[in-house]
């Protein structure tokens, strides 16, 4: 299983972007995945999920700014951020599990990692 973030870069305050996540061996379709992030100096934290069941999970502290979804073929998952804040700068992964039941927070039960895109927001 890989799992491949893209889409990150340097983005201005205010802004929209758009992350994905690319898997091989692996599909969205029934399997739970998770989009974490770690801010420089912090922990990883969750930001937004898809569980098991194709329902969507968000952040409190990210509700209102940011869509996650998968493609119809269901090997592409995305993290659509609006509103970037400087705050957001952080390194993004995606997570993947395929014995997962619904969805969980805990980044310890997370088997598949990609290796994560940098997003930088600039003020």
């Known amino acids: 299983v890989q799992l491949v973030e893209s889409g990150g870069g340097l983005v201005q305050t205010g802004e929209s972007l758009t992350l994905s996540c690319t898997a091989s061996?692996?599909?969205?379709?029934?399997?739970?995945m998770i989009w974490v992030r770690q801010a420089p100096g912090n922990q990883r934290e969750a930001v937004a999920g898809?569980?098991?069941?194709?329902?969507?999970h968000v952040a409190t502290f990210m509700k209102g700014r940011v869509t996650v979804s998968s493609d119809n073929a269901k090997t592409t998952a995305y993290l659509k951020i609006q509103a970037v804040r400087p705050e957001d700068t952080a390194v993004y992964y995606c997570?993947?599990?395929?014995?997962?039941?619904?969805?969980?927070?805990?980044?310890?039960?997370?088997?598949?990692w990609g290796q994560g895109t940098q997003v930088t927001v600039s003020s």
């Open positions: 898809i569980g098991s069941d194709g329902s969507s």
């Open positions: 061996e692996f599909a969205f379709d029934g399997n739970a």
């Open positions: 997570a993947g599990d395929t014995v997962m039941l619904g969805f969980s927070r805990y980044l310890g039960v997370w088997t598949f």
